[in-house]
Structures are given as C-alpha cells and as structure tokens.
T-cell receptor
Framework: DTGVSQDPRHKITKRGQNVTFRCDPI?????LYWYRQTLGQGPEFLTY????????KSRLLSDRFSAERPKGSFSTLEIQRTEQGDSAMYLC??????????????FGPGTRLTVL | AQSVAQPEDQVNVAEGNPLTVKCTYS??????LFWYVQYPNRGLQFLLK??????LVKGSYGFEAEFNKSQTSFHLKKPSALVSDSALYFC????????????FGTGTKLQVIP
C-alpha cells in the first residue's frame, strides 16, 4: 500500500493555458475524489467517481474543468483556459466502498497550481 | 446545505496540557463527522471519525472527539499535548443519507508551546 499519489506536485502555467493533473489512488480503492484547497481554507469538494462513473459534481466544477477515470483506476483532472483564480492546491483522495472503512478518505499530497 | 464551523483560527496550548479544538456542524441527515490533520507541505491525514454508536470516538496519536447531537458539536481533544501535535486541524461533515460530498471547515492551527 503506497498511498495516494499525485503528479505533478507543482505546476506553474500562464493564464489561458490548459493543464492536466493525475491521481493514482490506493490500489483497489474504487472511490476517488477531487478537492480544491486555497490558502487559509479547507478543501472544497469538486467531484467523485465510483469506479469509472462520475457520480457527483460540485457547482465549483465549471465547464472549464473536466475529470475522468476511464478504467476505474487512475484519474485525471483537466483545467482548460486557466485563470489566475484557479491557483490552488488540488487534492485527490480515495476510499474502498466495500470495506468497513468505507467512509474514510485517504488523501494524496496534492498538486499545487500557480497561474501567472 | 451542510456546513462546518471551526470558530478558532488558532489554539495555543502548553506542552503536557490538555487541548481542545472546537467544531460545530450543520447537516440535514445523520452526520458523518471527521477530523483530519495537515502538516506543512503534506496531504491531509485521517485522525478519527464518528458514524454511529458511542459518542466518544478514539483515533490516532491519542486524539479523541466527542459527538454531541444536541449541540451539533464534534470537538477534538487530547489529554496531554505534544510539540509534534502542532499542525492544522480540519473538521469535516458528510450527510449520512448516501451523498459523498464532504464539507470541510476552514481549519484551526494548533500551536503547542514547549
């Protein structure tokens, strides 16, 4: 069990560019979540997947944001036409729905995005 | 809509003294409550959770939390603080009716003074 991993850890981009982040959940975890955390705030829920199905999406997830989990394992979060307001830490978490620990989400280290 | 309030931005406590970090919540269904800790440049680490059962929940690193339904609170406690407990603590709530969205508070910075 190597934990949740995220790549890259840091991303600096210019306004208007597209960026993509990857999350690898804990092996065999079937739920995967994306959050955004800005300075001085708690994580804000963006979306979650059960296997490959995206089941909940926050209103924070504008049409510039898209998330996928095509094979039910890793997930990608893409932000198109980035804006300075997108600068934040993007956190990924996973959980195993069939276990007695189903409600516990395990978080990755995050990807810090800076939009110049 | 569900929400979490952590009324203290920072809590200072002397090493060896008991600590309390406060949390109140609002949710429509039965509350699923969580505490996470965040160290600098690291992800959130799970401490403990309340789903059902005993109102006093014990978690990692000697932490515990007490669920109080009438006061809609879930305060985090530890009998004797360590300097290494200094970190950012987040309380979170989820609606127990099946929705997976977890709402976090704004966090409380715990500073344990040697």
């Amino acid at each position: 069990d190597t934990g949740v991993s995220q790549d890259p850890r840091h991303k600096i981009t210019k306004r208007g560019q597209n960026v993509t982040f990857r999350c690898d959940p804990i092996s065999e975890h079937n739920r995967l979540y994306w959050y955004r955390q800005t300075l001085g705030q708690g994580p804000e829920f963006l979306t979650y997947f059960q296997n490959e199905a995206q089941l909940e999406k926050s209103r924070l997830l504008s049409d510039r944001f898209s998330a996928e989990r095509p094979k039910g394992s890793f997930s990608t979060l893409e932000i198109q036409r980035t804006e300075q307001g997108d600068s934040a830490m993007y956190l990924c978490a996973s959980s195993l729905v069939s276990s007695g620990d189903a409600d516990t989400q395990y978080f990755g280290p995050g990807t810090r995005l800076t939009v110049l | 809509a569900q929400s979490v309030a952590q009324p203290e931005d920072q809590v200072n406590v002397a090493e060896g003294n008991p600590l309390t970090v406060k949390c109140t919540y609002s949710v429509s269904g039965n509350p699923y409550l969580f505490w996470y800790v965040q160290y600098p440049n690291r992800g959130l680490q799970f401490l403990l959770k309340y789903i059902t059962g005993d109102n006093l929940v014990k978690g990692s690193y000697g932490f515990e939390a007490e669920f109080n339904k009438s006061q809609t609170s879930f305060h985090l406690k530890k009998p004797s603080a360590l300097v290494s407990d200094s970190a950012l603590y987040f309380c979170a709530v989820r609606d127990g009716r099946g929705y997976q969205k977890v709402t976090f508070g704004t966090g409380t910075k715990l500073q344990v003074i040697p």
